[in-house]
Nanobody
């Protein structure tokens, strides 16, 4: 089992940047692929980005390509989401998630075994 704790959310103006972090504890962090999801009020939870255990493969939703970057530091048991050029549509609760199948990615919520509690990101216009 792995426990995930997100941090780094907050309020930012459009065009600004934030860096989210997700610290993992428990079983070996490198045993998991990791994903970032978000959920806006009244909407379903959606994938933002994902990364395999060694960072060799990364996925980005079309809506964030070129603006967001996912990375991980297995020595620090942490996955990051660097968010640049933020837009009001990026406003949501952001969740990190761990997937036991470490070498492949999944864009669906059901593909992930463990979830953090979420961190709020609000982008003002």
């Amino acid at each position: 089992q792995v426990q995930l704790v997100e941090s780094g959310g907050g309020l930012v103006q459009a065009g600004g940047s934030l860096r989210l972090s997700c610290a993992a504890s428990g079983r070996t962090f490198s045993s998991y692929a990791m994903g970032w999801f978000r959920q806006a009020p009244g909407k379903e939870r959606e994938i933002v980005a994902a990364i395999t255990w060694n960072g060799g493969t990364r996925y980005y939703a079309d809506s964030v390509k070129g603006r967001f970057t996912i990375s991980r530091d297995n020595a620090k048991n942490t996955v990051y989401l660097q968010m640049n050029s933020l837009k009001p549509d990026d406003t949501a609760v952001y969740y990190c998630a761990a997937r036991s199948t470490s070498w492949s990615l999944d864009v669906g919520v059901s593909g992930y075994n463990y979830w953090g509690q979420g961190t709020q990101v609000t982008v003002s216009s």
